[in-house]
Protein backbone atom coordinates (compact mmCIF):
# COMPACT_ATOMS: atom_id res chain seq x y z
CA UNK A 1 0.00 0.00 0.00
CA UNK A 2 0.75 3.27 -0.08
CA UNK A 3 2.44 5.70 1.81
CA UNK A 4 0.15 11.87 5.65
CA UNK A 5 1.03 14.77 6.17
CA UNK A 6 2.63 16.05 2.64
CA UNK A 7 6.24 16.65 2.63
CA UNK A 8 7.20 20.51 2.90
CA UNK A 9 8.95 22.14 -0.24
CA UNK A 10 12.20 22.71 2.23
CA UNK A 11 11.75 18.95 3.04
CA UNK A 12 12.02 17.92 -0.63
CA UNK A 13 14.86 20.77 -1.50
CA UNK A 14 16.72 19.46 1.20
CA UNK A 15 16.18 15.33 0.50
CA UNK A 16 16.46 16.09 -3.01
CA UNK A 17 20.12 17.67 -2.73
CA UNK A 18 21.71 15.34 0.32
CA UNK A 19 20.10 12.21 -2.56
CA UNK A 20 21.62 13.82 -5.32
CA UNK A 21 24.98 14.09 -3.45
CA UNK A 22 24.59 10.20 -1.97
CA UNK A 23 23.44 8.83 -5.11
CA UNK A 24 26.41 10.29 -7.14
CA UNK A 25 29.10 8.78 -4.86
CA UNK A 26 27.46 5.65 -4.91
CA UNK A 27 26.90 5.32 -8.62
CA UNK A 28 30.61 6.37 -8.64
CA UNK A 29 31.80 4.06 -6.15
CA UNK A 30 30.03 1.03 -8.03
CA UNK A 31 30.92 1.72 -11.37
CA UNK A 32 35.14 1.95 -9.76
CA UNK A 33 34.11 -1.35 -8.41
CA UNK A 34 33.26 -3.11 -11.50
CA UNK A 35 36.02 -1.45 -13.38
CA UNK A 36 38.96 -2.22 -10.80
CA UNK A 37 37.98 -5.29 -9.45
CA UNK A 38 37.45 -7.78 -12.29
CA UNK A 39 35.96 -10.66 -9.45
CA UNK A 40 33.36 -8.56 -8.58
CA UNK A 41 29.96 -9.99 -9.15
CA UNK A 42 26.54 -9.78 -7.87
CA UNK A 43 23.80 -12.65 -7.02
CA UNK A 44 20.38 -12.87 -9.71
CA UNK A 45 17.33 -12.29 -8.36
CA UNK A 46 15.41 -15.10 -8.57
CA UNK A 47 11.62 -14.85 -8.73
CA UNK A 48 9.14 -15.77 -5.61
CA UNK A 49 5.69 -16.54 -6.56
CA UNK A 50 3.08 -14.83 -4.13
CA UNK A 51 0.48 -17.29 -2.28
CA UNK A 52 -2.15 -14.77 -1.40
CA UNK A 53 -3.86 -11.54 -2.72
CA UNK A 54 -2.40 -9.49 -0.04
CA UNK A 55 1.23 -10.58 0.12
CA UNK A 56 2.55 -9.47 -3.31
CA UNK A 57 4.76 -7.22 -1.17
CA UNK A 58 6.44 -9.87 0.62
CA UNK A 59 7.01 -12.11 -2.34
CA UNK A 60 8.89 -9.39 -3.61
CA UNK A 61 10.77 -8.55 -0.29
CA UNK A 62 11.54 -12.29 -0.35
CA UNK A 63 12.98 -11.96 -3.69
CA UNK A 64 15.27 -9.28 -2.70
CA UNK A 65 16.56 -11.01 0.66
CA UNK A 66 16.85 -15.08 -1.79
CA UNK A 67 19.22 -12.38 -4.09
CA UNK A 68 20.97 -11.21 -0.72
CA UNK A 69 21.60 -14.74 0.08
CA UNK A 70 19.53 -14.65 2.91
CA UNK A 71 17.89 -17.75 1.94
CA UNK A 72 16.32 -19.33 5.74
CA UNK A 73 13.18 -16.81 5.19
CA UNK A 74 10.23 -17.99 3.92
CA UNK A 75 6.39 -15.86 2.82
CA UNK A 76 5.38 -17.25 6.40
CA UNK A 77 8.16 -15.93 8.43
CA UNK A 78 8.13 -12.42 6.90
CA UNK A 79 4.22 -12.23 7.51
CA UNK A 80 4.88 -13.24 11.24
CA UNK A 81 7.64 -10.36 11.57
CA UNK A 82 4.95 -8.08 10.03
CA UNK A 83 2.22 -9.13 12.08
CA UNK A 84 -0.19 -8.45 9.55
CA UNK A 85 -1.99 -8.75 6.12
CA UNK A 86 -2.37 -4.76 5.48
CA UNK A 87 1.40 -4.99 4.40
CA UNK A 88 2.58 -0.97 3.37
CA UNK A 89 5.73 0.21 1.58
CA UNK A 90 6.77 1.06 5.23
CA UNK A 91 6.61 -2.54 6.01
CA UNK A 92 8.79 -3.91 3.54
CA UNK A 93 11.75 -1.30 4.22
CA UNK A 94 11.80 -2.41 7.83
CA UNK A 95 11.98 -6.19 6.79
CA UNK A 96 15.02 -5.32 4.60
CA UNK A 97 16.94 -3.56 7.18
CA UNK A 98 16.06 -5.73 9.51
CA UNK A 99 18.44 -8.29 7.33
CA UNK A 100 20.76 -4.84 7.09
CA UNK A 101 19.84 -4.54 3.45
CA UNK A 102 20.45 -1.29 2.14
CA UNK A 103 17.30 0.76 0.88
CA UNK A 104 16.07 4.03 0.17
CA UNK A 105 12.30 4.84 0.13
CA UNK A 106 11.16 7.83 -1.80
CA UNK A 107 7.83 8.59 -1.31
CA UNK A 108 5.21 11.79 -2.30
CA UNK A 109 3.72 11.41 1.59
CA UNK A 110 4.68 10.25 4.75
CA UNK A 111 2.18 8.35 6.62
CA UNK A 112 -1.38 7.04 5.68
CA UNK A 113 -2.61 9.36 3.41
CA UNK A 114 -6.15 10.30 4.32
CA UNK A 115 -6.92 11.07 0.58
CA UNK A 116 -7.38 7.67 0.46
CA UNK A 117 -10.36 7.02 2.91
CA UNK A 118 -13.15 6.44 0.52
CA UNK A 119 -11.05 4.56 -1.94
CA UNK A 120 -12.55 0.91 -1.56
CA UNK A 121 -8.80 -0.52 -1.68
CA UNK A 122 -7.91 1.54 1.52
CA UNK A 123 -10.77 2.11 3.17
CA UNK A 124 -11.32 -0.98 4.97
CA UNK A 125 -7.93 -1.16 6.80
CA UNK A 126 -6.77 3.21 6.80
CA UNK A 127 -8.37 3.82 10.34
CA UNK A 128 -6.24 0.82 11.40
CA UNK A 129 -3.44 0.92 10.03
CA UNK A 130 -2.41 4.64 10.55
CA UNK A 131 -1.18 4.70 14.07
CA UNK A 132 0.80 1.63 13.26
CA UNK A 133 2.01 3.28 9.96
CA UNK A 134 2.71 6.63 11.45
CA UNK A 135 5.14 4.85 14.03
CA UNK A 136 7.32 2.89 10.93
CA UNK A 137 7.81 6.39 9.41
CA UNK A 138 9.24 8.01 12.71
CA UNK A 139 11.43 5.19 13.35
CA UNK A 140 12.77 4.63 9.85
CA UNK A 141 15.37 7.25 9.81
CA UNK A 142 16.64 4.90 13.96
CA UNK A 143 16.37 1.59 11.70
CA UNK A 144 19.32 3.16 8.92
CA UNK A 145 15.74 3.64 6.49
CA UNK A 146 17.20 6.07 4.03
CA UNK A 147 13.36 8.44 3.82
CA UNK A 148 13.23 10.82 1.03
CA UNK A 149 10.00 12.45 0.06
CA UNK A 150 10.56 13.26 -3.91
CA UNK A 151 9.47 11.39 -7.26
CA UNK A 152 11.80 9.70 -9.19
CA UNK A 153 12.04 10.25 -12.93
CA UNK A 154 12.16 6.95 -15.21
CA UNK A 155 15.93 8.01 -16.19
CA UNK A 156 16.57 8.42 -13.32
CA UNK A 157 15.14 5.25 -12.27
CA UNK A 158 17.02 3.61 -15.46
CA UNK A 159 20.38 4.33 -14.43
CA UNK A 160 20.52 3.21 -11.09
CA UNK A 161 19.34 -0.54 -12.15
CA UNK A 162 21.42 -0.33 -15.02
CA UNK A 163 24.35 -0.72 -12.21
CA UNK A 164 24.59 -4.37 -11.45
CA UNK A 165 23.64 -5.61 -7.96
CA UNK A 166 20.63 -2.73 -8.22
CA UNK A 167 16.74 -3.62 -7.94
CA UNK A 168 13.89 -1.65 -7.07
CA UNK A 169 10.64 -3.11 -5.75
CA UNK A 170 7.85 -1.07 -6.71
CA UNK A 171 4.02 0.16 -5.71
CA UNK A 172 2.10 0.09 -8.84
CA UNK A 173 -1.52 -0.06 -10.21
CA UNK A 174 -1.68 -3.04 -12.38
CA UNK A 175 -5.00 -2.25 -14.01
CA UNK A 176 -3.13 0.74 -15.76
CA UNK A 177 -0.46 -1.49 -17.61
CA UNK A 178 -3.35 -1.66 -20.14
CA UNK A 179 -2.68 -4.07 -23.02
CA UNK A 180 0.28 -5.74 -21.56
CA UNK A 181 0.42 -8.93 -20.14
CA UNK A 182 1.16 -8.08 -16.75
CA UNK A 183 -1.98 -6.36 -17.01
CA UNK A 184 -3.84 -9.46 -18.19
CA UNK A 185 -2.65 -11.82 -15.63
CA UNK A 186 -1.61 -10.35 -12.54
CA UNK A 187 -3.13 -10.45 -9.49
CA UNK A 188 -3.41 -7.22 -6.70
CA UNK A 189 -2.73 -6.99 -3.69
CA UNK A 190 -5.71 -7.11 -2.45
CA UNK A 191 -8.54 -7.08 -5.58
CA UNK A 192 -11.24 -4.29 -5.23
CA UNK A 193 -14.00 -2.88 -7.24
CA UNK A 194 -12.01 0.17 -7.37
CA UNK A 195 -10.43 1.53 -10.21
CA UNK A 196 -7.17 1.26 -8.49
CA UNK A 197 -5.08 -1.99 -7.70
CA UNK A 198 -2.10 -1.93 -6.08
CA UNK A 199 0.74 -4.43 -6.52
CA UNK A 200 4.31 -4.60 -6.00
CA UNK A 201 6.77 -6.19 -8.28
CA UNK A 202 10.57 -6.07 -8.48
CA UNK A 203 12.41 -4.34 -11.13
CA UNK A 204 15.55 -5.82 -11.87
CA UNK A 205 17.37 -3.84 -14.98
CA UNK A 206 17.25 -1.12 -17.60
CA UNK A 207 18.17 -2.21 -21.55
CA UNK A 208 18.23 1.30 -22.55
CA UNK A 209 18.30 0.20 -26.47
CA UNK A 210 14.50 -0.35 -26.24
CA UNK A 211 13.97 2.10 -23.06
CA UNK A 212 12.48 -0.98 -21.38
CA UNK A 213 12.31 -2.14 -17.51
CA UNK A 214 12.75 -5.66 -16.56
CA UNK A 215 9.94 -6.51 -13.82
CA UNK A 216 9.64 -9.74 -11.78
CA UNK A 217 5.87 -9.94 -10.73
CA UNK A 218 5.25 -11.99 -7.78
CA UNK A 219 1.62 -13.26 -10.06
CA UNK A 220 3.15 -14.38 -12.88
CA UNK A 221 5.91 -16.75 -14.14
CA UNK A 222 9.65 -16.63 -13.13
CA UNK A 223 10.98 -15.08 -16.36
CA UNK A 224 11.23 -11.13 -16.36
CA UNK A 225 9.16 -9.22 -18.35
CA UNK A 226 9.54 -6.13 -20.24
CA UNK A 227 7.72 -2.91 -19.68
CA UNK A 228 8.29 0.26 -21.37
CA UNK A 229 9.20 3.03 -19.17
CA UNK A 230 6.03 5.17 -20.57
CA UNK A 231 4.16 1.85 -18.96
CA UNK A 232 6.00 1.86 -16.05
CA UNK A 233 5.19 5.55 -15.17
CA UNK A 234 2.24 5.49 -15.89
CA UNK A 235 1.55 2.78 -13.40
CA UNK A 236 3.50 3.55 -11.00
CA UNK A 237 2.98 7.38 -10.75
CA UNK A 238 -1.42 6.51 -10.65
CA UNK A 239 -3.63 7.87 -7.88
CA UNK A 240 -3.50 5.55 -4.97
CA UNK A 241 0.44 4.75 -5.05
CA UNK A 242 2.23 7.75 -3.94
CA UNK A 243 4.85 6.75 -5.91
CA UNK A 244 6.27 4.58 -3.48
CA UNK A 245 9.67 3.21 -4.53
CA UNK A 246 12.84 1.05 -3.01
CA UNK A 247 15.50 1.80 -4.46
CA UNK A 248 17.76 -1.50 -2.95
CA UNK A 249 22.18 -2.23 -3.27
CA UNK A 250 22.65 -6.19 -3.06
CA UNK A 251 25.22 -6.80 -1.23
CA UNK A 252 28.19 -8.51 -3.36
CA UNK A 253 30.39 -11.01 -3.84
CA UNK A 254 33.86 -11.63 -4.16
CA UNK A 255 35.36 -14.19 -6.15
CA UNK A 256 39.11 -15.20 -6.77
Given at each position: ?????????????????????????????????????????????????????????????????????????T?????????????????L???????????????????????????????????????????????????????????????????????????????????????????????????????Y??????????????D??????????????????????A??????????????????????
Amino acid sequence: MAASASCTEVVLASSAEASCSSSCRQTSLQLSLQMLVPGIRFRPVPHVEQRFSWDCGLACTLMVLQAAGIGAETLSSLHRRCRTSSIWTIDLAHLLRHFHIHVQFLTQMVGANPAYADERFYMEQLQEDTVRVRHLFETASAKGIDLQCRSISAEELGKFLAIDGHVAIVLLDKGILTGSKAAVQARSCEQSESSYAGHYVVLTGFLPTSDRFLMLDPALEPAALPVSSTALDAARKAFGTDEDLLLIQLPTIFTH
